[in-house]
T-cell receptor
Framework: GDSVTQMEGPVTLSEEAFLTINCTYT??????LFWYVQYPGEGLQLLLK?????DKGSNKGFEATYRKETTSFHLEKGSVQVSDSAVYFC????????????FGTGTQLKVEL | DTAVSQTPKYLVTQMGNDKSIKCEQN?????MYWYKQDSKKFLKIMFS???????INETVPNRFSPKSPDKAHLNLHINSLELGDSAVYFC???????????????FGPGTRLTVL
């Protein structure tokens, strides 16, 4: 079945540091890929998405590129802020019906001054 | 305006009890979902309804019964609660396939269920 693997957290960075959170996936066909963010005490919010190979999703300074050859969708940001502290989830949507999302285990990011 | 709302936000109860969690969306979406997030933050889909019809039903104990009185509401009823049911339950909604690539799922704030 489909699966998503994310790097283990927590990740602790200083403000303005470069962020990479790795995500790889296993799926049949050509899934759509997503990054969701969960701030403390809140529900998940869509951060960015990519629907086909080589697409780059971007939002709020974050970006991720759909790499079919390496089945990856790594999240990056050039300069993190304290307000970016949250849990980040990589997810895929399969090509079947039902709009089912399969999530990775989440990576907690903590940004310090 | 709250897009996807859940009640209650916190629910503490004893083993063996029956409880319900309510979800409402005012986005005009056709599809609603329930997810369970365990203590390690792992998030897994439980159910999905489209226009009051069940379309996704993952391997979930039959003590869990979703009910959709109309397409704006999807409630989750849990019978005979067990310790392992303690988790955060998230409701979500989205447009459906017929509306194009409007698949983004909008999540509610979650309900933290603690079974003692």
């Amino acid at each position: 079945g489909d699966s998503v693997t994310q790097m283990e957290g927590p990740v602790t960075l200083s403000e303005e540091a470069f962020l990479t959170i790795n995500c790889t996936y296993t799926a049949t066909g050509y899934p759509s890929l997503f990054w969701y963010v969960q701030y403390p005490g809140e529900g998940l919010q869509l951060l960015l998405k990519a629907t086909k190979a080589d697409d780059k999703g971007s939002n709020k300074g974050f970006e991720a590129t759909y790499r079919k050859e390496t089945t990856s969708f790594h999240l990056e940001k050039g300069s993190v802020q304290v307000s970016d502290s949250a849990v980040y989830f990589c997810a895929l949507r399969d090509t079947g019906g039902g709009n089912k999302l399969t999530f990775g285990t989440g990576t907690q990011l903590k940004v310090e001054l | 305006d709250t897009a996807v709302s859940q009640t209650p936000k916190y629910l503490v109860t004893q083993m063996g009890n029956d409880k319900s969690i309510k979800c409402e969306q005012n986005l005009g979406h056709d599809t609603m979902y329930w997810y369970k997030q365990d203590s390690k933050k792992f998030l897994k889909i439980m159910f999905s309804y489209n226009n009051k019809e069940l379309i996704i039903n993952e391997t979930v104990p039959n003590r869990f019964s979703p009910k959709s009185p109309d397409k704006a509401h999807l409630n989750l009823h849990i019978n005979s609660l067990e310790l392992g049911d303690s988790a955060v339950y998230f409701c979500a909604s989205s447009q459906d396939r017929l509306a194009g690539d409007l698949y983004e799922q909008f999540f509610g704030p979650g309900t933290r269920l603690t079974v003692l």
